[in-house]
Every structure is written in structure tokens, then in C-alpha cells.
């Protein structure tokens, strides 16, 4: 089904592009296509989304097409957040993108550093989808919330018991070695860099903000998030 998905994604932002295309508008158009998490397939013994911080999750497609320029296939390796796509396009648009936390502007689609840390939190899932579905199931340890933290060669991820797990991402994206006995000053640097950058673990942290917009509130309890 994944795979029929990709291939009917595909087919319709070819669709959108032709369309475009043909009004003459293509040039001056910003294209982005991208994805908000990817898809476990028995990796780390899971399947879907939940209860993981996985690379096969958090590296997910980013794919600019800018208005009025005709570079192509150049690739990015330098690290960027989804974060950043707000005053990206704010940008694009010819405004000025407001300051904002963690969120850096790529309108210049350089491959230059942009960020020291990159940042990415899940909250607890205490009822995700396999509870609700094997109520006997123990999810303790899988759905405790948790956070991660990376620089340009490590990933830390801590969860809200104080375990962690550390990656060297660039050279392990499998995520086969945990590195945390080995690199503890590493483990300490990048816990210190969540502590001061992100804080403590929360047990939902989206309920604790305070949202106002009826809009966006209904959006995310249609999306299960509230």
C-alpha cells in the first residue's frame, strides 16, 4: 500500500506541476514537496510511526523548486528542519520572515551550515493505535515521551526515564550502534545543549500550550493530536 501511495503522490504532483506549466505560471511558482514524519517497516522491530525517534522517521524528503531559477539536482547536505520552511517561503513570498526559535531561512538553497543543533520531540503515546488495539499490551518503555538532539555527525535520544541513546548519524543513518558507553562525553554535551535549548521532558507537551485559534485547535483534534 505504501508503495501504491508513493506512486499516486507522484502521479498527482506531476499533475499539479503540468498544470502550472501550461498557465505559464511554473517560473513563478515555489514548489516544496516534503513530508511531516517517514515510515517504520520492521526496523527496530516497528512498524508506522509511533514510539520511535528513528532516522527513518526524522530524515524525511525536502525537495525546493524556487521561483525564477533554473538550478537543478543540487543536493544539500548541511542540516535543515521543517522549521525552517515557514521563513523560507516567507521570504519567497518578498517579505520578512519573523525571528522564531530553531527556524533559519534556506531562500538561498546554499549548502552552508545553518544550524548548530537540530531538534525533534515525541510525546508519550499512551494511546496510540497498538493500546488501543492489544489493550494487554506493555508499551511502558515504547511510549514514554522523548526528545533528540543532533549536531553535524551525533544524534542524542534521551526519553523521559533518563536513558539515552546515542548515533554517529552521518556514518550509522541504520542506527545500529548506540555509542552512549563509548561517547559519554558526547551523551553529556548534547544532553546539556536539550536542557538549556528545549528543557525537561513533558508527558504531552502540545497540551501545554495554550491554543486560541478554534480553527487550528479543530484541525489538530480531527488529527488526533488533542
Given at each position: 500500500?505504501?508503495?501504491?501511495?508513493?506512486?499516486?503522490?507522484?502521479?498527482?504532483?506531476?499533475?499539479?506541476?503540468?498544470?502550472?506549466?501550461d498557465?505559464?505560471?511554473?517560473?513563478?511558482?515555489?514548489?516544496?514537496?516534503?513530508a511531516?514524519?517517514?515510515?517504520?517497516?520492521?526496523?527496530?522491530?516497528?512498524?508506522?510511526?509511533?514510539?520511535?525517534?528513528?532516522?527513518?522517521?526524522?530524515?524525511?524528503?525536502?525537495?525546493?523548486?524556487?521561483?525564477?531559477?533554473?538550478?537543478?539536482?543540487?543536493?544539500?547536505?548541511?542540516?535543515?528542519?521543517?522549521?525552517?520552511?515557514?521563513?523560507?517561503?516567507?521570504?519567497?513570498?518578498?517579505?520578512?520572515p519573523p525571528?522564531?526559535?530553531?527556524?533559519?531561512?534556506?531562500?538561498?538553497?546554499a549548502?552552508?551550515?545553518?544550524?548548530?543543533?537540530?531538534?525533534?520531540?515525541?510525546?508519550?503515546?499512551?494511546?496510540?493505535?497498538?493500546?488501543?488495539?492489544?489493550?494487554?499490551?506493555?508499551?511502558?518503555?515504547?511510549?514514554?515521551?522523548?526528545?533528540s538532539?543532533?549536531?553535524?555527525?551525533?544524534?542524542?535520544?534521551?526519553?523521559?526515564?533518563?536513558?539515552?541513546?546515542?548515533?554517529?548519524?552521518?556514518?550509522?543513518?541504520?542506527?545500529?550502534?548506540d555509542?552512549?558507553?563509548?561517547?559519554?562525553?558526547?551523551?553529556?554535551?548534547?544532553?546539556?545543549?536539550?536542557?538549556?535549548?528545549?528543557?525537561?521532558?513533558?508527558?504531552?507537551?502540545?497540551?501545554?500550550?495554550?491554543?486560541?485559534?478554534?480553527?487550528?485547535?479543530?484541525?489538530?483534534?480531527?488529527?488526533?493530536?488533542?
Amino acid at each position: 500500500w505504501y508503495d501504491g501511495a508513493i506512486r499516486y503522490l507522484d502521479c498527482r504532483v506531476g499533475e499539479l506541476v503540468d498544470f502550472l506549466d501550461d498557465r505559464g505560471e511554473l517560473d513563478d511558482t515555489v514548489v516544496v514537496i516534503t513530508a511531516d514524519h517517514g515510515e517504520l517497516f520492521g526496523e527496530h522491530g516497528l512498524e508506522k510511526h509511533n514510539y520511535s525517534l528513528a532516522e527513518q522517521l526524522l530524515h524525511v524528503p525536502l525537495v525546493i523548486k524556487p521561483a525564477g531559477d533554473q538550478r537543478s539536482g543540487e543536493t544539500v547536505e548541511s542540516m535543515v528542519s521543517l522549521l525552517d520552511l515557514f521563513p523560507t517561503l516567507i521570504e519567497a513570498a518578498g517579505g520578512t520572515p519573523p525571528g522564531r526559535p530553531f527556524a533559519e531561512t534556506l531562500y538561498d538553497l546554499a549548502d552552508r551550515p545553518r544550524h548548530e543543533h537540530v531538534f525533534a520531540e515525541l510525546d508519550g503515546m499512551e494511546d496510540a493505535v497498538p493500546k488501543q488495539r492489544y489493550p494487554d499490551l506493555d508499551d511502558s518503555e515504547l511510549g514514554q515521551p522523548r526528545q533528540s538532539v543532533r549536531n553535524d555527525q551525533y544524534k542524542l535520544v534521551r526519553r523521559i526515564d533518563g536513558t539515552t541513546s546515542l548515533y554517529d548519524w552521518r556514518a550509522d543513518p541504520e542506527e545500529s550502534t548506540d555509542l552512549t558507553d563509548e561517547r559519554s562525553d558526547v551523551v553529556k554535551a548534547l544532553t546539556d545543549v536539550l536542557e538549556r535549548e528545549v528543557g525537561d521532558i513533558t508527558q504531552n507537551a502540545i497540551e501545554d500550550e495554550e491554543i486560541t485559534d478554534e480553527r487550528l485547535r479543530d484541525q489538530l483534534e480531527d488529527l488526533g493530536y488533542l
